[in-house]
């Protein structure tokens, strides 16, 4: 459960929770024009479309989310391995 504990922290951390909010923001505006562009210019948006347009904006911020999470857990490394090792060995 520690893993759980250190993953939300880190998903619920500033610098991420930021990062993820421009991208759903920039990426999930240009989906929303995309795939419900015209619903939105004619007004038909139902229930169901708006619950799709909710999804359509909060998937690019849990995929952010998760990358950002993955990254920094990655560059922390285990105890044993510094981060720099861990930073040298991913950009090889």
């Avoid at 619920?12 to 795939?35: C, E, K, Q, Y």
């Avoid at 990655?74 to 090792?85: F, H, K, N, R, V």
Wanted: proline content about 4%; hydrophobic content about 50%.
């Amino acid at each position: 459960m520690d893993v759980m504990k250190e993953w939300l922290q880190l998903a619920f951390a500033p610098s991420v929770r930021r990062r993820a909010t421009r991208v759903a923001v920039v990426v999930g505006s240009l989906l929303l024009a995309i795939n419900h562009g015209d619903a939105i210019l004619h007004g038909d948006i139902s229930f169901v479309r708006a619950l799709r347009m909710i999804l359509t904006v909060l998937v690019p911020y849990l995929v952010s989310t998760f990358s950002s999470v993955g990254a920094i857990r990655e560059l922390q490394g285990s105890p044993a391995e510094p981060a720099a090792e861990t930073l040298s060995r991913l950009t090889c």
